[in-house]
């Protein structure tokens, strides 16, 4: 379910709970697009899918969350490399 900018790039969970957000509070959808740099189908996309977005962004949030908790607890600071290391660059 990736959602694409007329940039050409992908859109995040974050940024796309930000549309679904603007767009809840009876933003209009053309305003949407124009503040964030989007093009209509995005949103459009963004909008059919509102359940697996909010799902995946709860996912990566506990997750964050759980992470952080665990590696709290065995007193090993948590930094943006090793978030990097552990949430953003592929598994192998």
């Not at 767009?23 to 959808?29: L, P, S, T």
């Not at 995005?42 to 992470?67: C, D, G, H, M, Y």
């Amino acid at each position: 379910m990736a959602t694409v900018t007329n940039k050409g790039e992908v859109l995040s969970i974050e940024r796309k709970v930000k549309v679904m957000r603007q767009i809840e509070n009876r933003k209009e959808k053309a305003d949407v697009c124009r503040e964030l740099g989007l093009v209509n189908c995005a949103i459009q996309t963004i909008w059919e899918n509102i359940p697996k977005v909010i799902s995946r962004f709860e996912q990566n949030s506990s997750r964050l969350k759980r992470f952080w908790l665990q590696e709290r607890n065995d007193s090993v600071p948590v930094n943006g490399p090793l978030l990097i290391v552990t949430f953003v660059l592929p598994k192998f």
